[in-house]
């Protein structure tokens, strides 16, 4: 058994049925109820997750979940059809100049698509909700004319945002063609108009309840642990398949927040979504979900594992003070060093009207929480440094100068952070201004149930020298402990050299695999090898 210091999500937060029909020997899993010789392997394992987008559109998310050993069993819930005003649109579009065409979804931006070739390709700025939406004009893009530009997208995936973020293109009326589903709400549109916009919605496609479901398929899917949706009509035409058996009440793991809160609005309790929309963070939900509901999948290398947050994240001192320090001061660098401090920081950026501002990160991760921001903003926010390894005194080695006078560096930090970054720069002559925009603090009342199994673990797996303090004073209830920590790198693993600890454990290359890799070593080192063995 391995131990995790740390949660990533909160709940609110295959080709048709690709199960295998036959194993061979030495495959499969054991049924309960085999008997004599023979496995009983011939029927597909109950699937895990339900699948619901339309057909031909779930495939990138069960490879995604395949990875990760979970069952996928497709069944689509709804489909689209042409809306009132399909064959509008290319006339629209011939006949009119818009300042923006606002795009929300990757079905809205085919259909799209189909009336603006039908026009003749006339010239159209887009703005777009969403990296899938913004994905369906790639290929155009890279071919046309310049006709077509993406030029726009909110700072968070969600159309009140576009509503409310949309820039105006000039002091007169600034005119927006939007092409919606006839089933979308009206949040847009009246968010658009009530700041002087003058829009025109186009009714463009509709979604209409897949008929004729499968029984054969819609009982596994029933008794699925999870049931992933992408839309709000889907979650309808899903609740009432469901309402055919009494008090169905697993998990719905949505793709985002807007689906997310219709999922609250129908009553429902167990939901679960990426705070950052997009493909990666929905299979997390999805296996967030799998978790809660006892059917964790990380059976790749058969190891067992049980959550214990130790930390939780709260404000700092300077949380306050951060969004007026970037407004009104102008850094040649702001050097983030975790994820959190990437997030905290986002906050605190926007706030203060996203500035422009050059990034130095440490870590693959902390630069992932960019990734959104620097693909939809207008170039005000760069990542433009990471050290050579993913550690602070690397980064204070190694940060470029990019002025011969006194170059100003803002380091929003952790206040448990140490000062080696710091120090190092203000050596190098770098001018340092650190806030402490958010800390941490050791979770309390942790469950005897809980701790009692974690106390025997093997292998605790911590990610934070803060995490490591508060699993050592958990771990000082019992006498002489000694087991494993397995650290997510260097930096854990110099606190738990000082705090006189033996068995350590990490990755010489920071980030998720070495992490696991690692956990395997300390296992296969205590004498716990999980490398399943053949049947």
Not at 29 to 46: E, I, L, N, Q, V
Not at 353 to 358: E, H, L, S
Not at 435 to 455: G, M, R
């Amino acid at each position: 058994m391995a131990l995790s210091s740390s949660s990533h999500l909160l709940p609110f937060s295959r080709p048709p049925a690709t199960f295998p029909r036959a194993c061979h020997a030495g495959g499969g899993r054991a049924r309960a109820g085999a008997t004599g010789r023979f496995m009983a392997c011939s029927s597909p394992p109950p699937p895990d997750v339900v699948v619901t987008r339309e057909r031909g559109k779930n495939a990138k998310l069960i490879a995604a979940l395949e990875k990760h050993n979970v069952q996928s069993l497709e069944l689509p819930l709804i489909k689209h059809v042409e809306g009132p005003d399909t064959d509008r649109l290319s006339a629209v579009l011939r006949d009119e100049k818009f300042d923006w065409i606002t795009i929300t979804s990757p079905e809205a931006a085919a259909v799209f698509l189909e009336g603006w070739k039908a026009a003749g390709n006339p010239k159209v700025r887009i703005a777009v909700v969403g990296a899938g939406t913004e994905r369906v004009f790639d290929e155009v893009i890279q071919y046309n004319d310049g006709s077509l530009e993406v030029a726009f997208s909110p700072s968070k995936a969600m159309g009140k945002f576009l509503a409310s973020e949309l820039p105006r293109t000039t002091e007169t009326t600034c005119k927006v063609l939007y092409p919606a589903s006839a089933k979308a709400g009206h949040e847009i549109q009246n968010g658009l108009s009530d700041r002087g916009f003058e829009v025109t919605r186009l009714n463009t496609y509709t979604t209409v309840p897949v008929q004729d479901v499968d029984p054969l398929i819609l009982k596994p899917a029933l008794s699925a642990p999870v049931v992933a949706v992408a839309s709000p009509s889907a979650l309808r035409a899903w609740l009432n398949l469901a309402s055919q058996v009494d008090n169905w009440g697993n998990a719905i793991a949505c793709i985002g927040e807007t689906t997310a809160s219709a999922a609250k609005k129908f009553g429902l309790k167990s939901i679960y979504y990426p705070t950052t929309p997009g493909l990666d963070g929905w299979v997390e939900s999805i296996l967030e979900a799998l978790r809660a509901h006892g059917q964790s999948k990380e059976e790749k290398h058969n190891v067992q594992s049980l959550e214990l947050p130790l930390i939780k994240h709260v404000e700092g001192p300077d949380t306050d003070r951060l969004s007026a320090v970037l407004r009104d001061e102008k850094f040649d660098w702001i050097t983030i060093t975790s994820p959190e401090a990437a997030a905290v920081f986002l906050e605190g950026w926007k706030a203060a009207g996203n500035p422009k501002v050059r990034i130095a990160v440490v870590g693959a991760g902390t630069e992932r929480v960019f990734d959104e921001v620097i693909q939809y903003n207008d170039g005000s926010l760069e990542v433009a440094f990471s050290p050579s390894k993913a550690m602070g005194k690397f980064l204070a080695s190694e940060l470029p100068r990019t002025t011969e006078t006194t170059c100003k560096v803002l380091y929003p930090a952790s206040a448990k952070a140490g000062h080696e970054i710091q120090n190092g720069l203000s050596d190098r002559g770098f001018e340092v201004t650190r806030l402490n925009t958010y800390t941490t603090v050791p979770v309390q009342d942790v469950d005897p149930l809980i701790l009692k199994p974690a106390l025997s673990a093997p292998v605790v797996a911590v990610a934070s020298p803060s995490a490591l303090r508060a699993w050592l004073n958990l771990a000082s209830q019992v006498d002489n402990w000694g087991n494993a920590i397995a650290c997510i790198g260097e930096t854990t693993a110099s606190a738990a050299k000082k705090f006189g600890l033996k068995s350590i454990y990490y990755p010489t290359t920071p980030g998720l695999d070495g992490w696991v890799e690692s956990i395997l070593e300390a296992l296969r080192a205590h004498g716990q090898s999980k490398e399943a063995p053949g049947c």
